[in-house]
């Protein structure tokens, strides 16, 4: 077995280009680690983005041999093609510099999607039970794990010919919401994800599904939306 892979990584803005390096294989290595290696011992001006290295934060998404995924969980072994691994930024967000995007489309589209909890009690309420088997909680829980990193956003082909999509993530997001039972704000929600941009521009091809690295269904959040925002209008409520 070859003791160094080839490494093509994205340097510069949109106009830039592949730079490729010879990085050495370690065992357990990520693709996080490789990119890393690169940075501390041949080019310094490399430019990504990481915190915790466990799954958690969602700040490492890149593409990887054509496909969006989290570095820090992706063993090298599970990816090199033919000695080679092909790393760039995630797709449909603009690129800052190297393999670092702008992700504040992404999190606006969260704010649009109405994806903050909106109390709809004070503090001198009671706090309410939720029962762990409702269906409510249920569908919520089934959504509730995105760890926001960009990966179904960018591999999502409405995102890319529609600008005003909201995106998988922010609508699985606001699904949880409506599920959310102490949450008050949901007349505004579904009017929010109901208009242009919004669930019923999903054109249901289940990219987001099959790339999450959560194993997190968006599509299915976003069925629920449409069923939930169909309904409201049924009732007049939008
Ligand atoms: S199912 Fe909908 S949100 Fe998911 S990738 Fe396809 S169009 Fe995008
Ligand atoms: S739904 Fe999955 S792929 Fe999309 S941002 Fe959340 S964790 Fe990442
Ligand atoms: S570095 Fe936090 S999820 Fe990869």
Same mark, same amino acid.
């Given at each position: 077995?070859?003791?160094?892979? =080839?490494?093509?990584?994205?340097?510069?803005?949109?106009?830039?280009?592949?730079?490729?390096?010879?990085?050495?294989?370690?065992?357990?290595?990520?693709?996080?680690?490789?990119?890393?290696? @690169?940075q501390r011992n041949a080019d310094p001006a490399l430019?990504?983005?990481?915190?915790?290295?466990?799954?958690?934060?969602?700040? #490492?998404?890149?593409?990887?041999?054509?496909?969006?995924?989290?570095?820090?969980?992706?063993?090298?072994?599970?990816? @090199?093609?033919?000695?080679?691994? =092909?790393?760039?930024?995630? *797709?449909?967000?603009?690129?800052?510099?190297?393999?670092?995007?702008?992700?504040?489309?992404?999190? =606006?589209?969260?704010?649009? *999607?109405?994806?903050?909890?909106?109390?709809?009690?004070?503090?001198?309420?009671?706090? =309410?039970?939720?029962?762990?088997?409702?269906?409510?909680?249920?569908?919520?829980?089934? *959504?509730?794990?995105?760890?926001?990193?960009?990966? #179904?956003?960018?591999?999502?082909?409405?995102? &890319?010919?529609?600008?005003?999509?909201?995106?998988?993530?922010?609508?699985? &997001?606001?699904?949880?919401?409506?599920?959310?039972?102490?949450?008050?704000?949901?007349?505004?929600?579904?009017?929010?994800?109901?208009?242009?941009?919004?669930?019923?521009?999903?054109?249901?091809?289940?990219?987001?599904?099959?790339?999450?690295?959560?194993?997190?269904?968006?599509?299915?959040?976003? *069925?629920?939306?449409?069923?939930?925002?169909?309904?409201?209008?049924?009732?007049?409520?939008?």
């Open positions: 077995m070859a003791d160094t892979i =080839e490494v093509s990584l994205w340097r510069g803005k949109a106009d830039g280009g592949y730079r490729t390096y010879r990085v050495p294989l370690r065992p357990n290595q990520t693709v996080l680690d490789v990119v890393t290696w @690169v430019a990504y983005r990481f915190a915790c290295r466990v799954g958690m934060c969602g700040s #490492c998404a890149m593409t990887v041999n054509g496909r969006p995924r989290w570095t820090c969980r992706t063993h090298t072994s599970k990816v @090199v093609k033919d000695g080679r691994l =092909e790393i760039g930024p995630l *797709a449909n967000l603009p690129i800052i510099k190297d393999l670092v995007c702008d992700m504040r489309a992404f999190f =606006e589209k969260w704010q649009k *999607a109405k994806g903050a909890f909106a109390p709809s009690k004070g503090r001198g309420d009671p706090i =309410e039970r939720i029962a762990p088997a409702s269906a409510p909680r249920l569908a919520a829980d089934a *959504a509730i794990e995105c760890i926001n990193c960009g990966v #179904c956003y960018a591999a999502c082909d409405t995102v &890319r010919w529609n600008e005003a999509y909201l995106g998988p993530a922010a609508l699985n &997001r606001a699904w949880t919401l409506v599920n959310d039972t102490r949450d008050g704000g949901n007349a505004a929600r579904l009017a929010a994800v109901s208009a242009d941009g919004g669930c019923h521009a999903c054109h249901t091809h289940q990219s987001c599904q099959q790339h999450c690295p959560k194993a997190l269904n968006p599509t299915a959040s976003i *069925a629920g939306l449409k069923r939930r925002s169909v309904q409201a209008y049924i009732r007049g409520e939008l």
